[in-house]
């Protein structure tokens, strides 16, 4: 019998519903995963990356003070992966386009979150995810600085 490698998890939501049930149906029915921490912030996320080195972390985007996007800033190269979990599609096409993150919905759904487990693990070695979430972020950047506060509206 082959024994399968845990993936170690970090769990980033700062809605205690979500994280409840991320770890429920980690625990129960995702096998071969390893919780490592779960944080209700980015402060406690960074402090728990630097403690437990997790290879995957399942991140909400949109959170009371520093966000999903800022906490991954904070790194100039990212060490681990990343599963976005929000409840907000803004940022989906721009990561679906760039094929390195995967992206869940919410309310999550078990079968939607094994299926990108099950995704994560065939690309588990892939350096390529690390840099395409890089570049990600540069994009992110890079459309935050463009945004000039104005819409255009024709008049004539």
């Not at 099950?118 to 690309?123: E, N, W």
């Not at 070695?125 to 104005?150: P, S, V, Y």
Request: aromatic share 8%.
């Amino acid at each position: 019998m082959q024994e399968i490698d845990l993936i170690k998890i970090l769990i980033v939501d700062d809605e205690l519903a979500g994280r409840r049930i991320l770890k429920t149906y980690l625990e129960k029915y995702c096998h071969g995963v390893l919780i490592v921490g779960v944080a209700s912030n980015a402060k406690e996320a960074a402090e728990i990356v630097a403690r437990k080195n997790p290879e995957l972390v399942l991140l909400d985007i949109e959170m009371p003070g520093e966000n999903g996007i800022s906490f991954l800033e904070r790194y100039s190269k990212i060490p681990f992966d990343v599963i976005f979990t929000t409840a907000y599609e803004k940022y989906a096409l721009k990561a679906f386009e760039l094929s390195a993150i995967h992206y869940l919905l919410k309310p999550i759904k078990l079968e939607e979150l094994q299926a990108a487990l099950k995704k994560y693990r065939t690309s588990r070695n892939n350096k390529e995810n690390q840099a395409n979430l890089n570049k990600f972020l540069r994009q992110l950047q890079i459309q935050d600085q463009n945004k000039t506060g104005r819409i255009a509206i024709h008049t004539a």
